[in-house]
């Protein structure tokens, strides 16, 4: 498997098991996804997770930013897989992906890849596969200033930067997020998507853009 599929999650058994569904019907084999789960909802989550095909990083209820260090930290190790692919558990698979994105990455590295999420589409890499040496060069997934949003701006920023981001508008990775439908709304979103986080967030992105982003780049070249 040269793909490791990061989902972070939290108070959404339902939404990670339409996930894990979606990707079950769409994967050719050549992905794990790893899921976080905190200590304290391992419990709710059991169900979700029980005979299903994936490696669980428990965390401890960090905000999404941390979180996503944190697995990228436990698996950093696993030298046999390629590529990650960052997702969350509000995303659904709506199509193959795996072939064509390996097809592009194998021949351009290093690669950083996304599809059409329904959203943004070629305009930001919502969820992004990347060659792993990026992180693991940088140290890290995301910024650990930021605390839930910009990072998909960040991935995005890194691949303009490095040339080698790509999009794929048959690929139909859909991001199932309120602004796309309301129904959805919950608590979750309420806490992380509110004017506090997306101000605070937007100044550490403005920060990391002018203090940081040049030395990380050269980490990776």
Known sequence: MKILIFVPTR??????????????????????????????Q???????????????????GEEFVEKVNIMHQAVIDWKMHEYYYLMSDDFVIESPFESEMLRAGNTNKPFMGFGDDGIKGEALATAVMMSREIPDSIGYINPPTLQHLYCDNVWTEWGKELNCLY??????????????????????YKQSNNKEVFDKDRTAFENYMRDQFKNDIKKVK
Do not use: Q
């Open 11 to 40: 108070d959404r058994p339902k939404r990670l098991k339409e996930f894990l569904d979606s990707f079950n019907k769409y994967t050719e084999g050549n992905s794990l996804v790893v899921v976080g789960v905190d200590r304290d």
């Open 42 to 60: 391992y419990e709710l989550y059991s169900p979700v997770l029980r005979n299903r095909n994936v490696f669980c990083v428990m965390t401890d």
């Open 167 to 188: 999009y794929f508008k048959d690929i139909k990775i859909t991001h199932n997020h309120f602004t796309k439908n309301p129904k959805v709304i919950d608590d979750l």
